[in-house]
């Protein structure tokens, strides 16, 4: 489970049961899937996503080193990291609390939570391997956006 700021690492085993019990008790249970570079960690989340969006803000530009980061707001509940060598770091903004995942041995990054946005898990859209059933519905905290890359999208554009 990985409710609350306190969260336990499945071992494997554990995982894998634990995806047994939900399939077994879930007649939907389809689940995307993705890892990190290094492939230390894998994750799983719940279909269909609650949105997925390109956020602008210079936090997200700062920690993945990108003009821009595609999220994926996932249900936490039912999400799932296997991590069997504890490769798992997070980073806490001093500012705000937030944290964001990312792995200790390769450098991806790959998580975001936040007290704003409570019971979701968000997810680095670039580190799926499975096809997520959603595309990028508009750009967040546009205000921020570079001027060196072009958007020739007809998304909705948010500041905020
Ligand atoms: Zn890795
Ligand atoms: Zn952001």
């Given at each position: 489970m990985l409710r609350g700021g306190k969260r336990q690492d499945l071992t494997p085993s554990q995982a894998q049961n634990r995806r047994m019990t939900d399939a077994a008790a879930d007649t939907s249970?389809?689940?995307?899937?993705?890892?990190?570079?290094?492939g230390a960690i894998h994750f799983h989340v719940p279909l269909p996503p609650k949105w997925v969006a390109h956020c602008h803000c210079t936090r997200c530009?700062?920690?993945h080193g990108a003009p821009v980061v595609t999220w994926l707001g996932a249900h936490e509940s039912?999400?799932?990291?296997?991590?069997?060598q504890g490769a798992l770091r997070w980073y806490v903004a001093p500012e705000t609390g937030a944290e964001r995942g990312?792995?200790?041995t390769c450098?991806?990054?790959?998580f975001f939570r936040s007290a704003r946005w409570p019971g979701e898990l968000h997810v680095a859209r670039m580190q799926f391997t499975d096809d997520v059933g959603r595309a990028p519905q508009a750009?967040?905290?546009?205000?921020?956006?570079?001027?060196?890359l072009a958007f020739n999208?007809?998304?909705p554009k948010k500041s905020g």
């Open positions: 249970p389809a689940t995307a899937s993705g890892r990190c570079l290094c530009q700062r920690a039912g999400s799932t990291i296997d991590d069997p990312f792995c200790g450098g991806s990054p790959l750009h967040v905290n546009w205000d921020t956006h570079v001027d060196w999208d007809e998304l």
